[in-house]
């Protein structure tokens, strides 16, 4: 099994930095979902993240920085209103998709022009990218498809001795996946609803954004993904849900339909408790499409495609 050292622990850093520089990974704690780094400048290294997830090497990963003074060296061309978010977002869950330089492998970004990054809100997170003094790729530390980890238990149990090392800073305060934005099209694109809702950034950025056209092109846009071993269904309120359940033997209600903030922080781990329980169906609440909702809702309907 991989070792785990807590983020508290004089040495952890130091650790976490030793691995990452001799090309190893390190379940890296953000607060979203712990990711599975490697720095972004040593090839091989990149390529264990794909091994050791088994994702598909066409999918990019997110570029992790630890200060917006570091991102003209990985993206070029980058609009004033994307910049604009960054400084007002940064550090937060806000992925910006932008057009990359040639300091960033094609590995990185399985093969396209443009690269996502972001900077994680979690200290002990950007402590290690700065003393690693280079950008860190890191998707989501699990099995490619798979419910996302929001412990560091979580990656221990789905990657076990692939990763080399783990810092446990406990569970993610936010525990889902940033929000995508595509800057690289004519207008603005919500490749990816997440952790910053996306009528906050319209706030700021003083327009909509555009739903997204074309191809796959960033993390957690296919259309099954997020899923646990059961099968999860959908609700759209409580009242359905426990109707579906008289009818559905050896199932569970998601908790927390009512609080999106408690019901985003929680969803990974209940879904991975359920399967640990040997539940056979999860029932999933839609919740209201405003704040963190739009972000459950798009993680319940991935797990939910059959």
């Not at 070792?3 to 190893?24: K, Q, T």
């Amino acid at each position: 099994m991989s070792s785990i050292v807590s983020s508290h622990s004089p040495d952890a850093i130091e650790r976490a930095v030793s691995v990452l520089n001799a090309g190893g990974l390190v379940g890296l704690p953000t607060e979203t979902v712990y990711g599975l780094a490697a720095r972004a400048d040593i090839e091989d290294a990149v390529a264990k993240i794909f091994r050791a997830k088994g994702r598909p090497s066409d999918h990019p990963l997110i570029l992790h920085i630890s200060d917006i003074s570091e991102l003209d060296r990985y993206a070029v061309n980058v609009p004033r209103v994307a910049m604009t978010l960054a400084e007002q977002c940064w550090p937060g869950p806000l992925t910006l998709l932008l057009h990359k330089t040639s300091a960033v492998s094609p590995l990185v970004t399985g093969g396209r022009e443009t690269v996502a990054i972001r900077i994680p809100a979690n200290e002990c997170a950007r402590e290690i990218i700065r003393q690693c003094g280079h950008g860190l790729a890191a998707p989501s530390a699990n099995v490619f498809g798979h419910v996302s980890p929001s412990s560091a238990q979580h990656v221990s149990d789905d990657l076990g001795d692939r990763v080399e090392l783990i810092v446990d800073d406990g569970n993610c305060s936010i525990g889902v996946e940033s929000t995508i934005v595509d800057f690289t099209t004519s207008d603005p694109q919500l490749l990816r609803p997440g952790g910053f809702p996306a009528e906050d950034l319209e706030s700021l950025m003083g327009h909509n954004l555009v739903m997204p056209s074309g191809e796959s092109r960033a993390s957690g846009m296919l259309a099954s993904h997020y899923a646990p071993k059961c099968t999860v269904v959908l609700a759209n309120d409580i009242t359905e849900a426990h109707d579906a359940q008289d009818s559905i033997p050896n199932s569970r209600i998601l908790d927390h339909w009512d609080n999106t903030p408690l019901y985003a922080a929680s969803l990974y781990s209940q879904m991975r408790q359920a399967d640990s329980d040997g539940v056979d169906t999860i029932i999933g609440v839609l919740p209201p499409i405003s704040g963190l909702g739009s972000a459950i809702r798009d993680r319940l309907m991935k797990a939910s495609f059959l």
